[in-house]
């Protein structure tokens, strides 16, 4: 099989790359994308020189391009896309460009070449719970309530158009909050981490309340490799974590505890505007339909994912770059 992996050298496409390689030697992967701030071709660097993975820097938006490598796999799998919600805050416009117009590019290569679809989403399409809503599953009605959930919302609904206009092959998965290896350090697990590392606090927005529903990115990708090979077109598979529904205070502390530091290390910030208070998924459809459940339970991910980090401190000294050093500024300590 020849698959086309879009946004590879981010954290959950370089993840579900590393997985493919080892369980399909066989396979053929190509890597499309731009290189963004939270890329780092570092997370592949052990496939370079492999015959069966090929690199390509390019932007999903450049239609000749996608055109040009859709017509020649298999499969496409699109995980290219601005992801951090307070960057979308600030300017969403790359998130409308990046997310829906690059997803609608995929969309007409697919069209035209009828090529297998899988889009990978979020489930902050949904929006927000209260504390007693039922999880979000399949039937959820969409309800984003920030620039980087309603880009994401909006791709949604064009591969759904896709499906349903020109029966392009296609499915979806929204999925929670992802922790684990090479993830950037801005989103809040491995920023906590990194900051404990050098002994610095560690910022909570608001009163630390918000609820989150954390899946390690090894189940993820397991769920994904399902999808794409048993998913039945046009559907779309909810995915979340294995009882880990726990808010970010509960989070931090749990990481404080692990790092051998305590509650002096927390420092309150003011909350991100419209900040979502829970996020839930029911994963039944997947689970029953082809047996995937999460299979690493919260207190044990977050364990190894410290020591991943540990044992990987060049990573984090190359992805904290003058860019990132910049955003941390503006956002935590120009506010
Ligand atoms: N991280 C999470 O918790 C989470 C949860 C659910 C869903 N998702 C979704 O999973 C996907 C991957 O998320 P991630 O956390 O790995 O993100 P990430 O920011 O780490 O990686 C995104 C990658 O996409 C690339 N990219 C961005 N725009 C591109 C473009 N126009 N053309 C080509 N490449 C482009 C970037 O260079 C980067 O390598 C996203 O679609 C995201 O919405 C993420």
């Not at 007693?132 to 949604?156: L, W």
């Not at 998924?281 to 977050?302: H, Q, T």
Request: charged share 25%; with cysteine.
């Amino acid at each position: 099989m020849k698959i086309l992996i879009c946004g590879g050298a981010g954290f959950i496409g370089s993840n579900f790359i590393l997985y493919l390689a080892e369980k399909y030697p066989d396979y053929n992967i190509i890597n499309l994308d731009k290189l963004n701030y939270a890329a780092n071709l570092k997370n592949v660097k052990k496939l370079e020189g492999s015959a069966n993975y090929k690199f390509i820097k390019g932007d999903i938006c450049d239609k000749n391009l996608v055109f040009d490598l859709v017509k020649d796999v298999d499969v496409v799998v699109n995980f290219a896309a601005e992801t951090h919600v307070d960057r979308s805050i600030m300017d969403s416009s790359i998130f409308i460009k990046s997310n829906v117009q690059g997803t609608q590019v995929l969309l007409e290569a697919a069209k035209e070449y009828d090529k297998r679809f899988h889009h990978i989403s979020t489930d902050e399409v949904f929006g927000a719970l209260g504390p007693d809503d039922p999880s979000f599953d399949e039937m959820t009605p969409y309800n984003p309530r920030n620039p980087y959930s309603a880009s994401k919302a909006a791709a949604d609904h064009l591969v759904r158009a896709y499906f349903h206009t020109f029966k392009v092959p296609v499915t979806i998965s929204n999925c929670s909050n992802n922790y684990g290896p090479y993830q950037f350090p801005e989103k809040i697990i491995p920023l906590f981490i990194c900051n404990l590392f050098e002994d610095k606090k560690v910022p909570v927005y608001g009163d630390g309340q918000q609820i989150r529903d954390w899946i390690h990115v090894d189940d993820h990708v397991r769920g994904i490799d399902m999808i794409i090979h048993k998913g039945k077109e046009g559907e779309t598979y909810c995915l979340g974590g294995k009882d880990s529904e726990i808010t970010n205070l509960y989070l931090t502390k749990t990481l404080i505890q692990l790092m051998d530091k305590d509650d002096s290390y927390i420092e309150y910030v003011k909350d991100r505007p419209g900040h979502d208070r829970r996020y839930s998924i029911d994963y039944g459809k997947i689970a029953s339909e082809m047996g995937w459940e999460p299979l690493i339970g919260f207190k044990d991910g977050l364990r190894s994912t410290v020591d991943w980090y540990q044992n990987n401190k060049n990573w984090i000294d190359d992805v904290r770059s003058g860019d990132y050093r910049d955003y941390y500024k503006k956002q935590y300590i120009n506010r």
